[in-house]
């Protein structure tokens, strides 16, 4: 497809996408958007809405390409280059633009030989240098590939590079780097210990507050909320977390173990007693702009919108500022006095002077100063002052050759930017040289160092010619390039005879190269070679040369403190490339350290780069290679060493140096405690020697001098002096160090008694009462015996016990119930098994037995005696109050006389019977007698007696109908 389209036939140069041909990669979206807005797009086949690169599936194959973007230029469109598009080998879109008038992304593409732009090629080699031992190992590692190209333009030993990573979960890797011209293995590096995330994370603490992780020994600073960039490999750690003025942290230590996992410490922070937040609050600023506030001792800058600090009460004077803008207040004083204080601060923005210049050639510096700020600025660029509302003065110094106009003025700020146009022109007597070049493809960066320095510039292949202005005169100047292309003659001298001219640069293409490589020298260090007259240096991998055939003179430079071995030869290139390996050696030196003042045969020391030598003779010797190293004198007892520590280098000979020691007198110095519990263990930091006691003294020997002190942490005191200086002048001396305990908060919470009602604890020895529902104490460390104080009608859980104070606020629930007691009711004057009630406030019981209880707290209630059919209850209600005790009450039932369920007095008797007994048996008795007086009077009128079984008749008796009466 690509040579069919017109004008492109018989191109002979492509280039690869950096970052083109990813494997096992994310997908990508290459759409036009990213397309420099300068450049006018052609397309040659139909336009695509979007370009995207799929990525390759996991199956695939290592090393497996799936997108390339290929530039292709050529002799015939000399103006434009042409870019095709390539997904699994089929072009899907070309398009072209014009070359050279883009200064987006298409100007840094690399150049990469036939062959090896197939990454297959760079896989394999770096699987041979282990990759595949690391895959073995890491069967799920990702995997990818591409290609960097030379960072440095000015550097043209180092060719593009391939590089193939594979990447573990757990954080273990391999990368090669490839030389992108051969293939060749330059470097490589494999960890295979898996490293796993550890993330501490801060709760309680003001935005941008400064806290730390001291993890096994080495201290991690941060201003954000978590510390995650640690990674670790499996085993134990442990950590301590000092704690950020004013608060107290919680865990202030501790350990964790990783075992193939990541692990999160969570790190709660509680303010201080005695110390209150000042927070700093913006207005005004753009997002992501840093500003800063400074208050005594401490200063802060952040991007976010606030700034806190953490201080006890007092009077802090403060200063805030933002690059580019006024600050309103810029200072002033916050006072703390037992609350958190805040301050916004309002910014403005600070309108800007912008200086713009024209008419100069290349990228030659000049320089603007405006209001005593000096800016240098590089070729027609332009450059802004941000200033407040005021006039200045401003100056311009154009580049040598020529003149600015205007060069100085002055200018009115007013609330709006201003601008101020710069012309050069060049001075009379000055010319301009214009350099060009020749025989470069693709995008090929090329340069000139003219007149030894004065003047530097570059360009890319097909870009824009470089130009610079001279005098008349006689100008030497270098030309180089990237690799594999050198001009021909690479220096040469510039007439400049009273008018302009240009001059040709030509670059061939050198096809070989010769890899100069190293052993021996330390990781980092700079070699050089010379080879056929040009220079190439390295700090890592080989040094390259590129070459056309022929025999050439090569020379490693001198490196001082080692011999190169071969350290000078020739190297014939025929057809091929060709590899010179290098030896280095380090060259050994006496360094001897001679004593002077201690008695014969004493036994003294000297550490020299790390090693510690000791002697009984007047000398200590060191054979070490050229450097530069650090040495200490060891302690010899009652003698002082003078110098007691310095450095010696070695630089390509012998060298050494004399201890002179000194007899020293000493003085007890006694630091006393006074408030700690016997026994506790203290310590004392003075003269960079720690010493710890559990008596109540620790004492130092010093020489006369200056010396500074700090007092180790007490868990759960504070000292009257955490440090200070403490002189000794020919004399003994001392201080006192006076112990305060800490105290912290002990709060007790009552749940369950009605509001208002007054409670009370004692604890550690001290009453205290309330009718909220907390009481608070502040104690140091320490257990302590509490006990609840009684509250009528209540009972405390628990009602007593001890509560420790161990380096944190603490506390207890305290949970009051409501104490009860029984209320019996006895009846009497009931038959056995008869069913009655009582009613106690709102609870109604009934019993077949002679009690009732009720279980109420203390109170007042009114008793109700139910009724019972056919008694009469000696009282129907009562009043009770309980207080602190039970109660009983009795009520007495008796028989009602019908009709009466209420009278209480005695039934009256008849017949000496009781009640209306008397009366039922005389009606009985005259029932009889009736009775049988009319059998008689039937039997005596021969009338039967009637049947049983006739009914009686309802119908009464007729007039004169009676007893003896006939019908």
């Keep these: 497809m690509l040579a069919v389209a017109s004008g492109y036939q018989g191109a002979t140069d492509w280039a690869v996408e950096i970052g083109g041909g990813e494997a096992l990669h994310a997908s990508a979206n290459l759409s036009t958007a990213n397309i420099t807005a300068n450049c006018t797009v052609t397309w040659i086949a139909p336009e695509v809405a979007a370009i995207y690169a799929p990525s390759t599936p996991a199956s695939a194959a290592i090393g497996t390409a799936n997108f390339y973007f290929f530039y292709l230029i050529s002799a015939t469109a000399s103006t434009t280059v042409l870019v095709a598009g390539v997904v699994n080998g089929t072009a899907g879109l070309v398009f072209s633009y014009p070359r050279g008038g883009c200064t987006g992304p298409f100007n840094t593409y690399t150049p990469v030989g036939t062959g090896i732009i197939d990454s297959p090629e760079a896989v394999a080699a770096a699987n041979g240098a282990g990759g595949s031992a690391f895959l073995a190992t890491h069967p799920n590692a990702s995997k990818e590939w591409y290609v960097i190209p030379t960072q440095n333009i000015s550097d043209l030993t180092l060719p593009p590079l391939w590089t193939v990573e594979y990447n573990s979960a757990c954080g273990a890797g391999f990368e090669a780097e490839l030389d992108a011209y051969t293939g060749q293995v330059l470097e490589h590096t494999a960890s295979t210990t898996c490293l796993w995330q550890v993330n501490f994370t801060a709760s309680g603490l003001p935005s941008g507050s400064v806290w730390s992780v001291r993890l096994n020994g080495s201290a991690l600073y941060t201003t954000t909320t978590g510390i995650d960039e640690i990674q670790l490999a499996n085993g134990s750690y442990t950590y301590a977390v000092p704690s950020p003025e004013g608060y107290v942290p919680t865990p202030s230590s501790g350990g964790f173990t990783v075992s193939g996992s990541n692990q999160t410490i969570r790190i709660s922070f509680a303010p201080q007693p005695g110390y209150y937040n000042v927070v700093f609050t913006e207005k005004g600023l753009n997002a992501s702009t840093i500003w800063s506030v400074s208050v005594p001792g401490n200063a802060t800058s952040t991007f976010g919108p606030s700034i806190a600090f953490t201080v006890p009460n007092g009077s802090y004077a403060f200063t805030a500022s933002a690059s580019g803008y006024s600050a309103d207040p810029a200072s002033g004083t916050v006072d703390v006095s037992g609350s958190a204080q805040s301050v916004t601060i309002t910014f403005h923005l600070l309108p800007v002077v912008t200086f713009s210049g024209t008419g100069l050639v290349g990228l030659l510096d000049w320089t603007v100063d405006l209001n005593n700020t000096t800016r240098t600025l590089s070729g027609n660029v332009q450059g802004g002052f941000s200033e407040p509302n005021g006039t200045y003065s401003w100056s311009v110094t154009a580049p040598t050759g020529y003149v600015a106009s205007p060069s100085s003025g002055t200018v009115v700020v007013n609330g709006a930017n201003r601008s101020i ?157 060709a590899t010179v390996p290098i030896m280095f050696q380090p060259i050994p030196y006496a360094v001897t350290f001679t004593e002077s003042g201690l008695p014969a045969s004493t036994s003294w020391s000297v550490t020299y780069n790390g090693s510690t030598r000791s002697s009984t003779t007047a000398t200590i010797v060191f054979d070490e290679p050229d450097g530069a190293y650090s040495y200490s004198v060891g302690t010899v007892a009652g003698y002082s060493a003078a110098p007691p520590s310095g450095s010696l280098d070695v630089a390509g000979a012998a060298t050494g140096t004399t201890i002179d020691f000194s007899v020293v007198t000493t003085y007890a110095v006694t630091f006393t405690e006074v408030g700690l519990p016997s026994g506790t263990d203290w310590s004392i930091t003075y003269a960079s020697t720690t010493l710890s006691s559990t008596t109540t003294t620790i004492v130092f020997e010093e020489p006369s001098g200056s010396y500074t002190y700090s007092t180790g942490a007490v868990g759960g005191w504070v000292p009257s002096s955490a440090s200070g200086s403490l002189p000794v002048s020919a004399a003994p001396t001392g201080t006192t160090i006076t112990f305060t305990p800490f105290s912290f908060a002990v709060t007790f919470t009552e749940t369950g008694l009605p509001g208002g009602t007054s409670w009370s604890i004692t604890y550690a020895g001290s009453p205290k009462s309330s009718t909220t529902s907390t009481i608070v104490f502040e104690e140091p460390n320490g257990t302590y015996s509490y006990a609840a104080g009684v509250v009528p009608g209540w009972a405390p859980t628990p009602g007593s016990g001890s509560l420790a104070v161990a380096d944190a606020a603490t506390g207890k629930t305290i949970a009051f119930t409501a104490v009860t007691y029984t209320v019996t009711v006895s009846e009497s004057g009931l038959p056995g098994g008869t069913s009655w009630t009582a009613t106690l406030g709102a609870t109604t019981l009934a019993s077949t037995t002679t009690s009732i209880s009720f279980t109420v707290p203390n109170g007042t209630y009114a008793l109700t005696f139910g009724s019972v059919t056919g008694y009469t209850a000696n009282r129907t209600t009562a009043s009770v109050a309980v207080s602190g005790a039970g109660k009983t009450e009795a009520v007495t039932y008796s028989t009602s006389s019908p009709g009466s369920t209420t009278s209480s007095s005695p039934a009256p008797k008849f017949l000496g019977l009781p009640g209306m007994d008397g009366y039922y048996l005389l009606g009985a008795i005259a029932a009889i007698v009736v009775a049988a007086g009319v059998g008689l009077a039937l039997r005596a009128r021969g009338r039967p007696p009637p049947s049983s079984t006739e009914p009686p008749s309802d119908a009464a008796p007729s007039e004169g109908e009676g007893p003896g009466s006939s019908p």
């Design 421 to 577: 146009a710069i012309a050069f022109t060049v001075l009379a007597g000055y010319y301009t040289i214009t350099f060009k070049e020749s025989g470069l493809t693709g995008f090929t960066y090329w340069g000139i160092d003219f007149n030894n320095g004065s003047a530097i510039e570059t360009s890319v292949a097909g870009g824009p010619n470089l130009a610079v202005v001279a005098a008349n005169g006689s100008y030497p100047y270098y030309a180089y390039s990237e690799v594999p292309y050198v001009a021909v003659p690479q220096v040469g001298v510039v007439p400049v005879n009273g008018a302009n001219l240009t001059v040709t640069i030509d670059y061939v293409l050198l096809p070989y190269h010769v890899n100069f490589t190293e052993t021996g020298l330390p990781a980092g260090t700079l070699w050089y070679v010379t080879l056929n007259g040009s220079f190439g240096a390295n700090t890592s991998g080989p040094i390259t040369f590129y070459l056309a055939n022929g025999t050439f003179n090569y020379t490693v430079e001198y490196l001082p403190g080692y011999n190169a071995t071969p350290a000078s030869g020739s190297v014939k290139i025929h057809g091929g490339n």
